[in-house]
Nanobody, 124 residues
Framework: QLQVVESGGGLVQPGGSLRLSCVPSGFTLDYYTIAWFRQAPGKEREGVSC????????IYPDSKKGEFTISKDNAKTTVYLQMNNLTPEDTAGYYC?????????????????WGQGTQVAVPS
């Protein structure tokens, strides 16, 4: 059974950093793309980042390029989303989704396997 588990969220002051983790089980990252999404209360789910099976990473919000970085460890057992210089606008539930695709997309797909999410709160 395919599963992903997120961790690393929390409460952080503006300008602080967090590193989120997404750990897959039941499959290998050699064949799956991992995408990060976030959803704030009352807003639609938004694509944040994605990394392909070959390790090509993309950050989608233009305002976060240079602040967020996606990577995976050499053993390909964990995907990380490093988030620096966080602002209150980054407050949301963060979710990772696994899909057996070779290329990244910022959109939700019918093939997605979702985790339960991890909460990030940045007070104003």
């Amino acid at each position: 059974q395919l599963q992903v588990v997120e961790s690393g969220g929390g409460l952080v002051q503006p300008g602080g950093s967090l590193r989120l983790s997404c750990v897959p089980s039941g499959f290998t990252l050699d064949y799956y793309t991992i995408a990060w999404f976030r959803q704030a209360p009352g807003k639609e789910r938004e694509g944040v980042s994605c990394i392909s099976p070959t390790g090509v990473g993309t950050i989608y919000p233009d305002s976060k390029k240079g602040e967020f970085t996606i990577s995976k460890d050499n053993a390909k057992t964990t995907v990380y989303l490093q988030m620096n210089n966080l602002t209150p606008e980054d407050t949301a539930g963060y979710y990772c989704a696994a899909r057996r695709h070779l290329v990244c997309s910022s959109r939700v797909t019918a093939d997605d396997t979702w985790g339960q999410g991890t909460q990030v709160a940045v007070p104003s």
